[in-house]
């Protein structure tokens, strides 16, 4: 059976690899064999000594993914220096907290932009070489409990994960037949640059643990498995659902 979870020869790209969950999301599929390109707008320095620490190779890749012209050049590079894609995570992204009332233009589009239009293109980019070379290919959104909740002060937020849950549902409809696995995690409260805003509110911060069945937030050490299950053969049948790893949250 494990050898079903195995990732050995294959090459995954993951956004937002800096840092948080898509570092460790990197670094969990090194562990299980992968080779890995790092993208985002940071230097990569961090994950690119964990993943050569544990013998695979990492092409670290800078882009800013609020651009979308830069993402066919950006597969295409990845491609040339470290071989066929056979797995994207689509790690990147961000948050802009305020009241709805308030809420500006700017904050609605740089949000859709990284969480939600860069991710279409960037899967288009990369199922176009899957499809051309009739590649099996596997394709992870990272989605959020603001894909099933509505959440407050977070407007753009909550419209890019929903519309990510869905985007999700459609590709998997679109390219399941091509060979290409469309799925997303839904992370709950992990310790992240994301929820650090959270985390210093101790109102907000206690009343978010006192819902959490596990009893903690979540490390990001905790969401690789459900990337590695997800990237893997063990998955080779599941398409289109939206894994939550919170804790239970969505339970209560
Ligand atoms: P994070 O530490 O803020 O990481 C976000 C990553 O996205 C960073 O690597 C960031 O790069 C990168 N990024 C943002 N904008 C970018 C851009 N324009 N171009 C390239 N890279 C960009 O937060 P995280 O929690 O690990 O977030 C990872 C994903 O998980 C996000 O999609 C987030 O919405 C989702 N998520 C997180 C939680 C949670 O509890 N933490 C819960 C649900 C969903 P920089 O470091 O350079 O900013």
Redesign the pocket.
Known sequence: MSANFSLAGRTALV??????????IAIALAEAGASIVA????PMDETAAAITGLGRSCLSLK?????IAVLEPLVAEASAKAGAIDILV??????RRADALEFTEKDWDDVM???LK?VFFLSQAVAKRMVADERKGRIIN?????SFQGGIRIPS?TAS?SGLAGLTRLLACEWAAKGINVNAI??????????AALRADPARSEAILARIPAGH??D?KEIGGAAVFLASDAASYVHGTVLTVDGGWLAR
């Open positions: 956004t937002g690899a800096n840092t948080g969950l898509g570092q460790a993208v985002g707008r940071s882009a800013d993914l609020g651009d689509n790690n990147a992204g961000i948050i932009d990284v969480n860069s990272i989605a959020s409990l603001l937020y994960k839904a992370p709950g409260y992990f310790v992240t640059n994301n929820t937030w979540g990001p």
